[in-house]
């Protein structure tokens, strides 16, 4: 496993070792051991979460607030998404900055996003598949988020206006500027 910095504190990049040969491949997408050793970061996550979406699909930016916060592993195993992390963490140097990742089938790449953040995807594929890990449970009373489309953050989710497909759930999510502490 390869850890790549990204920029904003302990949202990390991860490549598995990957081992193909004719036959196709093999790799641990997940090592607790491993995980906590190169990262320094806690691995113990308690829900794992899968999605299927299609073209032009965003969803996010979500987050779960106070004692229900999570850190997540994300990765895609059908098709591409553009993965979004945002630093919400008012004492953060990179509060308000986003990083944005192309995770995909192909790549194999994997995103940390660690509590504190809002997070969301676009579908580049035709379909995809997301599947992520979280280190808390899931806790419909402390949902948060913020609107995909905040002009303060300017996240290019890289789907022309036309062909975005929000839910109504997330067309709701209030702006960056009155977003409610993680």
């Given at each position: 496993?390869?850890?790549?910095?990204?920029?904003?504190?302990?949202?990390?990049?991860?490549?598995?070792?990957?081992?193909?040969?004719?036959?196709?491949?093999?790799?641990?997408?997940?090592?607790?051991?491993?995980?906590?050793?190169?990262?320094?970061?806690?691995?113990?996550?308690?829900?794992?979460?899968?999605?299927?979406?299609?073209?032009?699909?965003?969803?996010?930016?979500?987050?779960?607030?106070?004692?229900?916060?999570?850190?997540?592993?994300?990765?895609?195993?059908?098709?591409?998404?553009?993965?979004?992390?945002?630093?919400?963490?008012p004492s953060?140097?990179?509060?308000g900055k986003?990083?944005?990742?192309?995770?995909?089938?192909?790549?194999?790449?994997?995103?940390?996003?660690?509590?504190?953040?809002?997070?969301?995807?676009?579908?580049?594929?035709?379909?995809?598949?997301?599947?992520?890990?979280?280190?808390?449970?899931?806790?419909?009373?402390?949902?948060?988020?913020?609107?995909?489309?905040?002009?303060?953050?300017?996240?290019?989710?890289?789907?022309?206006?036309?062909?975005?497909?929000?839910?109504?759930?997330?067309?709701?999510?209030?702006?960056?500027?009155?977003?409610?502490?993680?």
């Open positions: 496993m390869e850890i790549e910095q990204t920029g904003l504190k302990d949202c990390l990049i991860i490549k598995p070792r990957v081992f193909e040969d004719p036959r196709g491949y093999f790799f641990e997408s997940f090592n607790q051991n491993t995980f906590e050793e190169k990262t320094g970061l806690s691995g113990r996550f308690v829900q794992d979460n899968q999605s299927y979406s299609s073209y032009g699909v965003i969803r996010g930016l979500h987050a779960q607030t106070g004692e229900f916060a999570q850190a997540k592993l994300v990765r895609v195993t059908k098709g591409e998404v553009l993965d979004v992390a945002v630093d919400v963490r953060s140097p990179t509060y986003h990083i944005a990742v192309r995770l995909s089938a192909e790549n194999k790449l994997q995103l940390y996003i660690p509590r504190g953040f809002v997070h969301g995807f676009s579908v580049l594929s035709e379909t995809a598949e997301f599947l992520y890990k979280c280190d808390n449970f899931f806790n419909k009373a402390s949902e948060t988020g913020v609107i995909y489309n905040d002009a303060d953050l300017n996240i290019d989710w890289l789907i022309p206006e036309e062909d975005q497909a929000i839910s109504d759930k997330d067309l709701l999510l209030k702006p960056f500027s009155v977003l409610q502490h993680i």
